[in-house]
């Protein structure tokens, strides 16, 4: 995947590896405007493994398709003067299914999948254990969308130290960075 911007296709599967990859997505609606962001997401084989919507509301809300109810966000968004914002979904699946969003390099959202995080589905693990291989996008429902991209993974390494010899990580550093021993 390309981590140029595309214009946001609609009502075409579109290959994205979620699992792999960060999903960036822009927009430019006001808080309050009730525009969506909305995604499905699919296997390579085209079986649901879960969706997502944002809605621009006041306050900003979410749900999680196969999972649970819609939301306000537990953290407050950044402000933005211009409304144009980028919102960044990743999902992990080091420690159970998680999924993180951050918007314009906030997080506003760490959503661990559970019994107890998706009470009205009693199936949520079928979907959200399935590995997204294509998103799709309605121009029925996604009207806040303007483009996405495929995001750079922020890999993380220790900073080295030196004990007996053997150089070993201890503090988080950003990648790019360097340290001479």
């Given at each position: 995947v390309s981590t140029q911007s595309t214009g946001a296709t609609r009502d075409k599967r579109m290959d994205f590896d979620l699992d792999a990859t960060p999903l960036?997505?822009?927009?430019?609606?006001?808080?309050?405007?009730?525009?969506?962001?909305?995604?499905?997401?699919?296997?390579?084989?085209?079986?649901?493994?879960?969706?997502l919507s944002i809605t621009i509301a006041s306050p900003p809300r979410y749900f999680v398709q196969n999972c649970d109810q819609i939301r306000d966000f537990?953290?407050?968004?950044?402000t933005s003067t211009d409304n144009n914002r980028v919102w960044r979904v990743t999902m992990t699946r080091t420690s159970g299914v998680r999924m993180l969003i951050q918007c314009d390099g906030v997080e506003v959202?760490?959503?661990l999948f559970s019994?107890?995080?998706?009470?009205r589905e009693a199936e949520w693990e079928k979907f959200w254990s399935r590995q997204t291989k294509k998103i799709f996008m309605s121009s029925r429902f996604d009207t806040a969308t303007d483009f996405y991209r495929a995001g750079k993974l922020e890999l993380k390494c220790g900073a080295p130290t030196v004990k007996d010899g053997k150089v070993s990580p201890s503090t988080d550093i950003s990648t790019g960075s360097s340290y001479t021993v």
């Open positions: 960036e997505l822009k927009t430019d609606s006001a808080i309050g405007s009730g525009e969506k962001v909305n995604l499905w997401f699919y296997t390579e084989s085209g079986l649901g493994s879960g969706g537990p953290n407050d968004l950044p959202l760490n959503f019994d107890s995080t998706c009470p």
